[in-house]
């Protein structure tokens, strides 16, 4: 990965939408080299994907917790069924696994404290493995979906 491929990178990490014709004017690049350069990162999985990003509180979404998970176990199986179970909440929005304790944070999107308490008490309360769940609000967001430094 060169310069101009960081630049590409960089440019739709701002705005994912651009045309191959915009995206190659702000890069220094003609259409026909910037999109084959843009295909190789997309085959190279240096792109993921491209996704809309949403105002999670404009669609109802505006409550937000983050939960500390600390587990019983942390044999493989126990881990592997405590993943994929987390994978299949839908209000769960991130869910990373940490070095000591807790064992895992999950960041946690729903509509408002009520919601987010029936969700706690049936749902992440009902984990496999759970020891125990530490649970607080966030206040207000103050870095989010920040591009990563190219």
Same mark, same amino acid.
């Given at each position: 990965m060169d310069g101009l491929d960081k630049k590409i990178l960089?440019?739709?990490?701002? *705005?994912? !939408? $651009?045309?191959? @014709? *915009?995206?190659?004017? !702000?890069?220094?690049?003609? =259409?026909s080299p910037c999109h084959r350069r843009l +295909? @190789?990162?997309? *085959?190279s999985g240096a792109i993921a994907g491209y996704k809309a990003q949403l105002n999670a509180s404009r669609i &109802? $979404? &505006?409550?937000?917790?983050l939960v500390? =998970?600390?587990?019983?176990? &942390? *044999?493989?199986?126990?881990?592997? +069924?405590f993943e994929n179970e987390v994978r299949c909440i839908p209000q769960v929005i991130q869910a990373q696994r940490l070095?000591?304790?807790?064992d895992y944070l999950l960041h946690i999107v729903e509509k408002d $404290?009520?919601?987010f308490q029936a969700l706690y008490d049936s749902v992440l309360s009902a984990l496999p493995? =759970? +020891? !125990?769940? @530490?649970?607080?609000? =966030?206040? +207000?967001e103050v870095v989010t979906d920040k591009p990563l430094p190219m």
């Open positions: 960089a440019e739709l990490q701002i *705005d994912g !939408r $651009l045309s191959v @014709t *915009d995206l190659a004017e !702000r890069v220094g690049l003609s =259409v +295909k @190789t990162l997309e *085959d &109802g $979404l &505006g409550f937000s917790a500390f =998970v600390t587990m019983k176990e &942390g *044999d493989n199986m126990a881990v592997a +069924k070095f000591g304790e807790p $404290l009520h919601a493995y =759970v +020891k !125990r769940l @530490t649970s607080t609000i =966030v206040m +207000k």
